[in-house]
Nanobody, 114 residues
Framework: VQLVESGGGLVQPGGSLRLSCAAS????????MGWARQVPGKGLEWVSG???????NYADSVKGRFTISRDNAKNTVYLQMNSLKPEDTAVYYC?????????WGQGTQVTVSS
C-alpha cells in the first residue's frame, strides 16, 4: 500500500488549498479513505472520511469549510479546504483501510498565516 499526499503549502487566512492523495497497491474503490492532521506536540486529529459507498463525514472543526471527494478511476482522494484559519495549520495525512484506517501516507504540510 502506498499513499502519496500533495498540495500542501502556505496560504493566507481565508484562502483555499486542495490536497490530493494518490493511492496504489490495493483495490482503491473497495477501501475507505480519510484525512487526519497533526500539530507538533499534539495528537493526531481526524478530519474527514469518505467510505467505499461514497458517504462522507467531517470533524466539527472543519464542517462547512472542507470537502472530501474521491476519484476511483484515478485512485485519488481529495480534500478541498476553504476559509482556512491559522488553527488549520498542521501536517495533513491521508489514510486508508476497511472499517479502520490502517495505512498512512507521509503527510503534507499546510500552513495558514499572513
Amino acid at each position: 500500500v502506498q499513499l502519496v499526499e500533495s498540495g500542501g503549502g502556505l496560504v493566507q487566512p481565508g484562502g483555499s488549498l486542495r490536497l490530493s492523495c494518490a493511492a496504489s497497491g490495493f483495490t482503491f474503490s473497495s477501501n475507505d479513505m480519510g484525512w487526519a492532521r497533526q500539530v507538533p506536540g499534539k495528537g493526531l486529529e481526524w478530519v474527514s472520511g469518505i467510505y467505499s459507498d461514497g458517504s462522507t463525514n467531517y470533524a466539527d472543526s472543519v464542517k462547512g469549510r472542507f470537502t472530501i471527494s474521491r476519484d476511483n478511476a484515478k485512485n485519488t482522494v481529495y480534500l478541498q479546504m476553504n476559509s482556512l484559519k491559522p488553527e488549520d495549520t498542521a501536517v495533513y495525512y491521508c489514510a486508508t483501510g476497511r472499517g479502520t484506517l490502517k495505512y498512512w501516507g507521509q503527510g503534507t504540510q499546510v500552513t495558514v498565516s499572513s
